[in-house]
Structure formats: structure tokens, C-alpha cells
């Protein structure tokens, strides 16, 4: 079955950056569109990011738009979050998910995606 793994979360200062990944197994990475949610402790998982099949379409969260950047490697069965001029309330566990085929106008909802990861820790603190 359908298998996410994120990984390269870690500490890091307020204004810095960092990149967090997910890696795909278990079927054809190019049949899903993926996203990237988070959550902070005592709070809501709240959507980030997501990007299309081709890669070509990606929509972000308010919270993080025009700082954070989702790409895909097809060819890796990766996907990533670029994630610039970090602030504390960026600290969450980062959560990719899957959805079979395509996106829609659902695709801030957590109900929209059929797979997930387990999450990586981010934590942004001076």
C-alpha cells in the first residue's frame, strides 16, 4: 500500500530556513497530487501546501504564503517544502498527505487526502 515518509525536520532560528521532505512508496507517485499540513500542540491540523501531479499547479495556506515552497521530483518519488524566513508560530509536527489523482477546491480540508505520514518535528525558537 501507499507509504509516506517525511523527514528533515529540526531546530531552527527564528528567520532561518530549512527543507522537509516526504518520499512516496507503494504505488505510481505521479497518480497523486500532494500536501503538506501541520500541527502545533493543542491545535488543528492545519493545511500548508499542495502541488499537483505534473507538479505544474501548487496552492499554499495564508499562514505561509509567499515563505514557503512545495515542489515534487517525480523522478525520486519526492516531494518537498521549502520553508524561508521561519517565525515561531512555524513550530509543528509537518504532515504530508496523499490524494488519488487530483486536487480540488477540498484541498485545504484534511478529509480531502487518502494517505498519510507519520510527521517530522519542526521547531523554530531563538
Known amino acids: 500500500q501507499v507509504q509516506l515518509a517525511e523527514s528533515g525536520g529540526e531546530f531552527v532560528q527564528p528567520g532561518g530556513s530549512l527543507r522537509v521532505s516526504c518520499t512516496f512508496s507503494g504505488g505510481n507517485f505521479k497518480n497523486y497530487a500532494m500536501a503538506w499540513f501541520r500541527q502545533a500542540p493543542g491545535k488543528e491540523r492545519e493545511f500548508v501546501a499542495v502541488?499537483?501531479?505534473?507538479?505544474?499547479?501548487?496552492l499554499y495556506g495564508d499562514s505561509v504564503k509567499g515563505r514557503f515552497t512545495i515542489s515534487k521530483d517525480n523522478a525520486k518519488n519526492t516531494m518537498y517544502l521549502q520553508m524561508n524566513s521561519v517565525k515561531p508560530e512555524d513550530t509543528a509536527v509537518y504532515y504530508c498527505?496523499?490524494?488519488?489523482?487530483?486536487?480540488?477546491?477540498?484541498?485545504?480540508?484534511?478529509?480531502?487526502?487518502?494517505?498519510w505520514g507519520q510527521g517530522t518535528q519542526v521547531t523554530v525558537s531563538s
Open positions: 498527505a496523499a490524494r488519488y489523482l487530483y486536487y480540488s477546491m477540498d484541498y485545504s480540508q484534511k478529509t480531502a487526502y487518502d494517505f
Open positions: 502541488i499537483s501531479r505534473n507538479g505544474d499547479t501548487t
